[in-house]
């Protein structure tokens, strides 16, 4: 019995495995691939008969992404006609089926169709909500299988630009963007305004507005959101305009189209920098708007407003509307536009407009050379100018002092001070301030070989006074010196021009003086105005030297205006036997002083050059005299070694052999009196006036040492203009016309 039983137990616990394994399973359709735009079916089917489940009533649930999805229809399969079904697909996103019946569901496979769009691209899931999913009251039991859907993008195509604005003539390039399919076809809504080719260029052909589309060979189609405008008029500036900094330029509108509509009226807005440009006039001449009533004018800002009206249509017999004329300002550097706005004629045709540019032309920083200058009256100075564009215009500030050439000759007429101006051929200007120009030289000599052990009188000299001046009736200032060996004594007039005057002399110190000189015969001739008495003191040795320095120097209180020059002095044992001789000639016999006793070992000599000390040369000579002829031109010493004491003997000047140029080859005349060379003192250039031309002259300048600095030709010349290089000092000009030769002295200050 209780073996039966047990037998009757499994046999139950088999049956219930084997209806738990037939329970059915409801399924969404999945793995389904859908194009956005596109409506499609889902299928909730279920995959085992259900008629020995004797389902009598059901409810399913799922959710679903309504961002993708749409539901727009369900449809009930025959297994369900007897039921009383019910959907509900509030709220969106999910969908509930409902139904019942007195007869149950038979069969397998699909019970309900739902029918969705899909909106956009990607992946949706369908996903039973299995809380809610029940069939009869709870049994048989069920399982679900969820479902999905992948929604690809719907193709598209997308033209670009939407808008435009285009002259006549004018092309443009449309693209096209998205996954359309080939062929394209393109097209316009107005070929009267505009045409397309296959490749989307636009051409402008008529005054109006369209649009364009395309289409692709599936159908889909896409066109312009805004028109595409074209208008007949079209107006530009010119692009990199340049001009100099301060100079006028016309920038001209240029137009088209204007033939084609009758335009009488008109304005427009021109924008820009106003540190670069300012406007000056509108010029209509040989314009479209020269028969027309115009107004033009800037506001701050750098803006210009124009308008126009015209009792007749503007004609088109010009490519400009008008040409605009500004000034570039002097200090401009930057660049501008030149920007269109607010362009319209008629009151409502709109122009095309191409913006322009400018940008001014620096102008170069020039220079003058030299960059400084002191002159006097009767004085000529070369200056150059560079950096520029040629030619250079030169001026003066005033022209009373001094004048200047187209060449940069500048000539000194009078005492004052002036500026020397230079422009160049764009405009570039430069000044060279404050030179100023004396009316005469007062000055000393320089390198005066003075005794030492001595008082001096050492000569201040004047050139002569101006016509356009006054003469000379006073003289006053301050005299020093810079050795503290010399001692300022007084100022002597006796064999002076100033001989007679009054004089009051102030010591300031052992080297330094104030004077005043004043009399009643006035001078204005070239000479020695008066001398400087120095006491050469002990401490003063040969070859010392010293600056003789002006200061505050006044003549007249204030005119003529003089240029103080200093000068300088050099200390030197002076002999009985100093002599001069011309070059070649012997020195005589040199002889040394009785009072000198003891052992000579050798006779020395060395050319004296001031401010140096040159080398001895031995001559090897034991007797108390000797005579000798110096190899070179200048100043010769002579000394003798006494006991290995160096005694000097003699001070010999060799001078170049005087020959005259006169017409008589054997004439020996020293110097032709004739001649004139000015100025003397000069400060490097001189002009010598030989009175009658010559046909061949050979002049040297020769220095204090003999040296010849500098040789210059002339044919058929009767005056020369001569520079003398090289430091200031003594220089002899050697004239030489044939066999003919005479030697002129000039001084050269420093």
Same mark, same amino acid.
């Given at each position: 019995?209780?073996?039966?039983?047990?037998?009757?137990?499994?046999?139950?616990? @088999? %049956?219930?495995?084997?209806?738990?394994?037939?329970?059915?399973?409801?399924?969404?359709?999945?793995?389904?691939?859908?194009?956005?735009?596109?409506?499609?079916?889902?299928?909730?089917?279920?995959?085992?008969?259900? #008629?020995?489940?004797? /389902?009598?009533?059901?409810?399913?649930?799922?959710?679903?992404?309504? +961002?993708?999805?749409?539901?727009?229809?369900?449809?009930?399969?025959?297994?369900?006609?007897?039921?009383?079904?019910?959907?509900?697909?509030?709220?969106?996103?999910?969908?509930?089926?409902?139904?019942?019946?007195?007869?149950?569901?038979?069969?397998?496979?699909?019970?309900?169709?739902?029918?969705?769009?899909?909106?956009?691209?990607?992946?949706?899931?369908?996903?039973?909500?299995?809380?809610?999913?029940?069939?009869?009251?709870?049994?048989?039991?069920?399982?679900?299988?969820? =479902?999905?859907?992948?929604?690809?993008?719907?193709?598209?195509?997308?033209?670009?630009?939407?808008?435009?604005?285009?002259?006549?003539?004018?092309?443009?390039?449309?693209?096209?963007?998205?996954? =359309?399919?080939?062929?394209?076809?393109?097209?316009?809504?107005?070929?009267?305004?505009?045409?397309?080719?296959?490749?989307?260029?636009?051409?402008?052909?008529?005054?109006?507005?369209?649009?364009?589309?395309?289409?692709?060979?599936?159908?889909?189609?896409?066109?312009?959101?805004? @028109?595409?405008?074209?208008?007949?008029?079209?107006?530009?500036?010119? =692009? *990199?305009?340049?001009?100099?900094?301060?100079? &006028?330029?016309?920038?001209?509108?240029?137009?088209?189209? @204007?033939?084609?509509?009758?335009?009488?009226?008109?304005?427009?807005?021109?924008?820009?920098?106003?540190?670069?440009?300012?406007?000056?006039?509108?010029?209509?001449?040989?314009?479209?708007?020269?028969?027309?009533?115009?107004?033009?004018?800037?506001?701050?800002?750098?803006?210009?407003?124009?308008?126009?009206?015209?009792?007749?249509?503007?004609?088109?017999?010009?490519?400009?509307?008008?040409?605009?004329?500004?000034?570039?300002?002097?200090?401009?550097?930057?660049?501008?536009?030149?920007?269109?706005?607010?362009?319209?004629?008629?009151?409502?045709?709109?122009?095309?407009?191409?913006?322009?540019?400018?940008?001014?032309?620096?102008?170069?920083?020039? #220079?003058? #050379?030299?960059?400084?200058?002191?002159?006097?009256?009767?004085?000529?100075?070369?200056?150059?100018?560079?950096?520029?564009?040629?030619?250079?215009?030169?001026?003066?500030?005033?022209?009373?002092?001094?004048?200047?050439?187209?060449?940069?000759?500048?000539?000194?007429?009078?005492?004052?001070?002036?500026?020397?101006?230079?422009? *160049?051929?764009?405009?570039?200007?430069?000044?060279?301030?404050?030179?100023?120009?004396?009316?005469?030289?007062?000055?000393?000599?320089?390198?005066?070989? &003075?005794?030492?052990? +001595?008082?001096?009188?050492?000569?201040?000299?004047?050139?002569?006074?101006?016509?356009?001046?006054?003469?000379?009736?006073?003289?006053?200032?301050?005299?020093?010196?810079?050795?503290?060996?010399?001692?300022?004594?007084?100022?002597?007039?006796?064999?002076?021009?100033?001989?007679?005057?009054?004089?009051?002399?102030?010591?300031? +110190? *052992?080297?330094?003086?104030?004077?005043?000189?004043?009399?009643?015969?006035?001078?204005?001739?070239?000479?020695?105005?008066?001398?400087?008495?120095?006491?050469?003191?002990?401490?003063?040795?040969?070859?010392?030297? #010293?600056?003789?320095?002006?200061?505050?120097?006044?003549?007249?209180?204030?005119?003529?205006?003089?240029?103080?020059? +200093?000068?300088?002095?050099?200390?030197?044992?002076?002999?009985?036997?100093?002599?001069?001789?011309?070059?070649?000639?012997?020195?005589?016999?040199?002889?040394?002083?009785?009072?000198?006793?003891?052992?000579?070992?050798?006779?020395?000599?060395?050319?004296?050059?001031?401010?140096?000390?040159?080398?001895?040369?031995?001559?090897?000579?034991?007797?108390?005299?000797?005579? *000798?002829?110096?190899?070179?031109?200048? &100043?010769?010493?002579?000394? /003798?070694?006494?006991?290995?004491?160096?005694?000097?003997?003699?001070?010999?000047?060799?001078?170049?052999?005087?020959?005259?140029?006169?017409?008589?080859?054997?004439?020996?005349?020293?110097?032709?009196?004739?001649?004139?060379?000015?100025?003397?003192? %000069?400060?490097?250039?001189?002009?010598?006036?030989?009175?009658?031309?010559?046909?061949?002259? %050979?002049?040297?300048?020769?220095?204090?040492?003999?040296?010849?600095?500098?040789?210059?030709?002339?044919?058929?010349?009767?005056?020369?203009?001569?520079?003398?290089?090289?430091?200031?000092?003594?220089?002899?000009? &050697?004239?030489?016309?044939?066999?003919?030769?005479?030697?002129?002295?000039?001084?050269?200050?420093?």
């Amino acid at each position: 019995m209780k073996h039966t039983i047990y037998i009757l137990l499994c046999c139950l616990a @088999f %049956t219930a495995q084997a209806i738990r394994a037939q329970d059915p399973v409801f399924s969404l359709s999945a793995g389904l691939q859908v194009t956005a735009g596109e409506t499609f079916e889902v299928h909730l089917s279920v995959n085992s008969d259900l #008629s020995p489940q004797n /389902v009598l009533a059901y409810s399913f649930a799922f959710t679903y992404n309504a +961002s993708l999805l749409e539901i727009k229809e369900v449809h009930y399969d025959t297994k369900l006609q007897s039921f009383n079904n019910i959907n509900n697909t509030l709220p969106v996103g999910k969908v509930t089926l409902t139904g019942a019946s007195t007869s149950q569901i038979e069969g397998s496979g699909t019970l309900i169709t739902l029918t969705f769009e899909a909106l956009a691209g990607g992946n949706a899931a369908l996903n039973f909500m299995a809380n809610e999913c029940v069939l009869n009251e709870g049994m048989p039991t069920a399982s679900f299988q969820n =479902g999905s859907i992948s929604i690809a993008h719907k193709p598209v195509i997308a033209l670009s630009p939407n808008t435009a604005f285009l002259a006549i003539g004018q092309t443009l390039q449309c693209n096209l963007s998205g996954s =359309g399919t080939t062929p394209f076809s393109w097209g316009v809504t107005h070929p009267e305004v505009a045409s397309v080719s296959e490749s989307g260029l636009v051409t402008a052909l008529g005054h109006g507005t369209t649009k364009v589309f395309v289409e692709d060979a599936a159908g889909l189609r896409d066109t312009t959101d805004n @028109f595409i405008k074209v208008t007949a008029l079209s107006l530009s500036f010119p =692009g *990199d305009l340049q001009e100099w900094q301060g100079w &006028e330029l016309d920038i001209p509108v240029n137009a088209t189209g @204007f033939d084609l509509l009758d335009v009488v009226s008109g304005q427009l807005t021109l924008g820009y920098r106003a540190d670069v440009l300012q406007f000056i006039e509108a010029k209509t001449n040989g314009t479209l708007l020269e028969h027309s009533t115009i107004s033009a004018g800037e506001v701050p800002g750098g803006q210009l407003n124009l308008a126009f009206a015209s009792t007749t249509p503007l004609n088109a017999s010009s490519d400009q509307l008008v040409v605009l004329r500004f000034k570039v300002l002097p200090g401009a550097t930057a660049s501008t536009t030149l920007n269109f706005s607010n362009v319209v004629f008629n009151e409502a045709i709109a122009a095309f407009t191409t913006n322009g540019s400018f940008s001014p032309k620096i102008l170069p920083i020039l #220079s003058i #050379s030299p960059a400084s200058a002191t002159m006097v009256a009767g004085d000529t100075l070369m200056f150059t100018a560079s950096n520029g564009h040629e030619p250079y215009t030169w001026s003066t500030s005033d022209q009373r002092v001094a004048r200047v050439n187209e060449a940069g000759r500048l000539i000194a007429y009078e005492g004052g001070i002036m500026d020397l101006i230079v422009k *160049d051929a764009v405009g570039a200007i430069t000044t060279l301030k404050n030179i100023r120009v004396s009316d005469m030289r007062v000055y000393f000599p320089t390198d005066t070989l &003075e005794r030492i052990n +001595s008082v001096t009188l050492t000569r201040c000299l004047i050139d002569a006074v101006p016509l356009a001046r006054q003469a000379v009736s006073s003289i006053e200032g301050e005299i020093s010196v810079s050795n503290a060996h010399i001692k300022v004594l007084d100022i002597a007039t006796e064999g002076s021009l100033t001989e007679g005057w009054q004089k009051i002399i102030t010591p300031i +110190s *052992d080297q330094r003086i104030r004077f005043y000189l004043a009399g009643s015969t006035p001078f204005r001739s070239k000479g020695t105005a008066f001398y400087v008495s120095m006491e050469l003191m002990e401490g003063f040795k040969e070859y010392d030297r #010293s600056a003789i320095l002006f200061h505050h120097l006044l003549i007249n209180e204030g005119a003529p205006i003089p240029e103080p020059i +200093s000068g300088s002095l050099e200390g030197k044992h002076f002999t009985d036997q100093d002599k001069s001789i011309y070059l070649g000639e012997s020195t005589g016999e040199l002889i040394v002083p009785e009072s000198e006793e003891g052992t000579i070992s050798k006779w020395q000599k060395r050319k004296r050059l001031p401010g140096q000390t040159m080398p001895w040369t031995d001559l090897e000579i034991t007797a108390r005299q000797i005579s *000798d002829i110096p190899e070179e031109l200048g &100043e010769w010493e002579y000394n /003798v070694l006494i006991d290995g004491v160096s005694v000097k003997v003699a001070n010999i000047l060799v001078l170049p052999i005087p020959v005259s140029l006169g017409p008589d080859i054997n004439t020996e005349d020293n110097l032709n009196p004739a001649f004139k060379i000015y100025p003397n003192p %000069t400060t490097g250039q001189l002009f010598l006036d030989l009175k009658k031309a010559h046909k061949q002259l %050979t002049i040297n300048i020769i220095n204090i040492g003999g040296q010849r600095v500098a040789e210059k030709r002339f044919n058929n010349q009767r005056s020369v203009q001569l520079d003398i290089p090289g430091p200031g000092g003594v220089y002899f000009i &050697e004239i030489n016309a044939g066999n003919r030769k005479i030697v002129l002295k000039a001084i050269k200050h420093q």
